[in-house]
C-alpha cells in the first residue's frame, strides 16, 4: 500500500467549509469516488468527489482545463457513466489525481475560484453503481460469522474444517448489485419448512442483512497469472459498504453442494462513495494474531506487510428503522456495532487466494469481504446471529421486536475511520428498504 503523504496530513483544511465540520465523513483527507447526476435530471452520469457535504463535478472539473499530467489523464478517465477507466490506470494514476484533488480544495488553493462553479450539493444528487461490475465474488473472512452461522445451519459441524486454510467464498450475481436507496421486493424461493416433507414456494420469512464491506479491483491480472498477495493492495482501487441481503429460509434448503444462490441473489447493495484504499493509509493495523493451535497462514497467503499491517481499523454500524418508526418520527437505531480490524482474512489474502489458480480478476470487479461480525455477541452483523437463529427478537425503541425483517423496514449501513492524529474518514450510508413480495400465487 501507499505510504503517508501530504494528502493524509490531519492539519489540511479545504475552503469547502462542512468539510472541516467535526465528524465530517467527507472530509479533505478522504476524496472519495462516485457515479452521480442531479436528482431527477436527464445529465449524463460522471463521475464526482465527494467534499464535505457537496460533490466536485469531475467532468467540470475536467472543462475547465486546471489538471495537467498523469492527473489530468485520470481526471479525464473519471468524466464518464462508470469508473472502470479510472480504475484500470493503476495506483499512480490514482495517487496523482487525489494529490491534484487535494491540492486544489485545500484552504488558500488558487483554484478555488474555477471550482467553485464545479460542486453539486450531495442533497441534489442521484448515485448510480459507480463501476461496471463484470463479477461478484463473496467471502466469509469474520470467523464469528462463520462460527454463529455455522451453528444455526450445521449445528455438529459449525466452523469447517477448511476454514482456517483456505479464504472460502462463492460468487454471487453482478445484475443484482444496487446503489444505496434501492428499495427491493420481498424475494420468493422454495423453503423446506422444519419437520414437512416436501418444500413451499413462499415470500421468504427471514429476510436477514449482511454487513460488509466491498472491495472495488483497480488493475486486474492476466488469465493464468495470479498476484502475489505482497502485490495485492496495489490492485484494490478501494472500498464501499456492502449488505449482503439474505433469505435465510431459503439458503438452508438450496445451499448444498453449490453454496448460497438464490437466497443471496436477488440484491446487494453498496454505499455510493468508494472510499480509496490510498485514503485508508493512516487506518492500516496489524492482522489479529492467530490463536495458538490454528495454522500459520500458506505461504502464497503469507507476506510480512500483510501481518503487521494487513488489517483496516474501519468502525461500522447496522441501524434499523421500522415503518412504526418512521411514522413517530423516530430516528433509525443501531443494532449492532462491529470493526473490519477483526477479520480472520485480509483483502490482500482474499486477492491472492481469487487469483492463485489462474483466475483474472478485472477492473471494476467486486469482492465482499464477507459478514463482519466481531468477537462478542453485540458485534454480531446479521439478523440471524444477533437473535440466535429468531429465538431471542431485539427489542426496538417504542418496544417493537424484530427477528427478521418486515415489510417497510428500513437497514442503514454506516461505517467510518477515526483516531487521535488522524483526520476522519466517513463512508457515507448503504441503505435499503424491504417491500412487500409481488402478489402472485405459485
Ligand atoms: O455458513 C454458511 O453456510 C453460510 C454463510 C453465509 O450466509 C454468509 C455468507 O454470505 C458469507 C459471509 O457473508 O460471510
Ligand atoms: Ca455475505
Ligand atoms: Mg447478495
Keep these: 500500500m501507499t505510504e503517508l503523504n501530504e494528502t493524509h496530513d490531519p492539519a489540511l ?208 491480472n492476466a488469465l493464468g497469472e495470479p498476484i502475489a498477495i505482497a502485490d495485492a493492495p496495489a490492485h484494490v482501487f478501494g472500498f464501499t459498504l456492502l449488505n449482503d441481503w439474505s433469505a435465510r429460509d431459503i439458503q438452508p434448503w438450496e445451499y448444498q453442494p453449490l453454496g448460497p444462490f438464490l437466497s443471496k441473489n436477488f440484491a446487494t447493495t453498496i454505499s455510493p462513495w468508494i472510499v480509496t484504499t490510498e485514503a485508508l493509509a493512516p487506518y492500516r493495523v496489524a492482522a489479529p494474531a492467530r490463536p495458538a493451535g490454528d495454522p500459520q497462514p500458506l505461504p502464497y497467503l503469507d507476506a510480512p506487510g500483510n501481518r503487521e499491517q494487513g488489517a483496516l481499523d474501519v468502525q461500522l454500524e447496522v441501524l434499523l428503522q421500522t415503518p412504526r418508526m418512521r411514522e413517530a418520527g423516530m430516528p433509525a437505531t443501531r443494532i449492532s456495532a462491529t470493526n473490519y480490524r477483526h477479520a480472520y482474512w485480509t483483502f490482500a489474502q482474499m486477492v491472492a487466494h481469487h487469483t492463485v489458480n489462474g483466475c483474472n480478476l478485472q477492473s471494476g470487479d467486486l469482492l465482499g469481504t464477507g459478514t463482519l461480525s466481531g468477537p462478542t455477541l453485540d458485534q454480531a452483523c446479521a439478523l440471524i446471529e444477533l437473535t440466535v437463529g429468531g429465538k431471542q427478537p431485539v427489542t426496538l425503541p417504542g418496544g417493537e421486536q424484530r427477528a427478521f425483517l418486515e415489510d417497510g423496514d428500513a437497514v442503514i449501513l454506516r461505517g467510518w475511520c477515526a483516531k487521535p492524529g488522524a483526520a476522519r474518514i466517513g463512508f457515507g450510508e448503504c441503505r435499503g428498504t424491504v417491500l412487500p413480495a409481488r402478489d402472485v400465487a405459485y
Design 13 to 220: 483544511r479545504s475552503w469547502v467549509p462542512s468539510a472541516n465540520d467535526d465528524g465530517a465523513d467527507f472530509t479533505i483527507q478522504n476524496l472519495p469516488f462516485s457515479v452521480f447526476r442531479r436528482q431527477g435530471s436527464a445529465e449524463a452520469w460522471r463521475g464526482g468527489v465527494a467534499i464535505g457535504d457537496q460533490i466536485l463535478d469531475l467532468a467540470a472539473v475536467a472543462a475547465t482545463g486546471i489538471m495537467e499530467g498523469a492527473a489530468a489523464q485520470a481526471l479525464q478517465a473519471a468524466t464518464g457513466a462508470a469508473l472502470n477507466p479510472l480504475m484500470a490506470l493503476g495506483p499512480g494514476a490514482w495517487s496523482a489525481l487525489r494529490q491534484a484533488l487535494s491540492r486544489a480544495l485545500r484552504k488558500g488553493s488558487a483554484a478555488q475560484a474555477r471550482l467553485g462553479t464545479c460542486l453539486v450539493p450531495q442533497s441534489a444528487a442521484e448515485y448510480r453503481v459507480p463501476a461496471r461490475i463484470g463479477d461478484y465474488t463473496d467471502f466469509y473472512t469474520s470467523v464469528y460469522h462463520a462460527t454463529n452461522i455455522g451453528r444455526q445451519f450445521r449445528p455438529d459441524n459449525p466452523l469447517p474444517a477448511n476454514y482456517k486454510w483456505i479464504p472460502i467464498g462463492y460468487h454471487g450475481r453482478a445484475s443484482s448489485v444496487v446503489v444505496s436507496g434501492y428499495d427491493f421486493r420481498r424475494p420468493v424461493g422454495q423453503a423446506m419448512p422444519p419437520g414437512a416433507q416436501a418444500p413451499v414456494v413462499r415470500a421468504s420469512q427471514r429476510m436477514d442483512i449482511e454487513l460488509e464491506l466491498g472491495v472495488f479491483i483497480g488493475t486486474g
